[in-house]
């Protein structure tokens, strides 16, 4: 099993910014993708980010040129720096990792930008 510790969350004005990290650990053996998810209320879960092993990289298109995401394999954590927030980036956004061909899901964190 997997587990995926997300932090970074919080407050934030519109045009601020926040760093997301997510920390996986227990059988990570076989690591592959691992990136990030929201979802806002009333919204079905969108894909936001993800970062392969390799680093490749693929971002949402409301997201590209705002958000970085990045990965440290030594230490199993992926990041997401967020820039230049809007208020409709408010969300809980979850950590997502894939593992021989598994999904595993963090708890989420709250994101919420306001105007």
Same mark, same amino acid.
């Given at each position: 099993?997997?587990?995926? =510790?997300?932090?970074?969350?919080?407050?934030?004005?519109?045009? !601020?910014?926040?760093?997301?990290? *997510?920390?996986?650990? !227990? #059988?990570?053996?076989?690591? #592959?993708?691992?990136? %990030?998810?929201?979802?806002?209320?009333? +919204?079905?879960?969108?894909? &936001?980010?993800?970062?392969? =092993?390799?680093?490749?990289?693929?971002?949402?298109?409301? =997201? +590209?040129?705002?958000?970085?995401?990045?990965?440290?394999?030594? +230490?199993?954590?992926?990041?997401?720096?967020?820039?230049?927030?809007?208020?409709?980036?408010?969300?809980?956004?979850? *950590?997502?990792?894939?593992?021989?061909?598994?999904?595993? %899901? !963090?708890?989420?964190?709250?994101?919420? &930008?306001?105007?």
């Amino acid at each position: 099993q997997v587990q995926l =510790v997300e932090s970074g969350g919080g407050l934030v004005q519109a045009g !601020g910014s926040l760093r997301l990290s *997510c920390a996986a650990s !227990g #059988n990570i053996f076989g690591l #592959n993708i691992m990136g %990030w998810y929201r979802q806002a209320p009333g +919204k079905q879960r969108e894909l &936001v980010a993800t970062i392969t =092993v390799g680093g490749n990289t693929n971002y949402v298109d409301s =997201v +590209k040129g705002r958000f970085t995401i990045s990965r440290d394999n030594a +230490k199993n954590t992926v990041y997401l720096q967020m820039n230049s927030l809007k208020p409709e980036d408010t969300a809980i956004y979850y *950590c997502y990792a894939q593992r021989l061909g598994f999904s595993h %899901w !963090g708890q989420g964190t709250q994101v919420t &930008v306001s105007s």
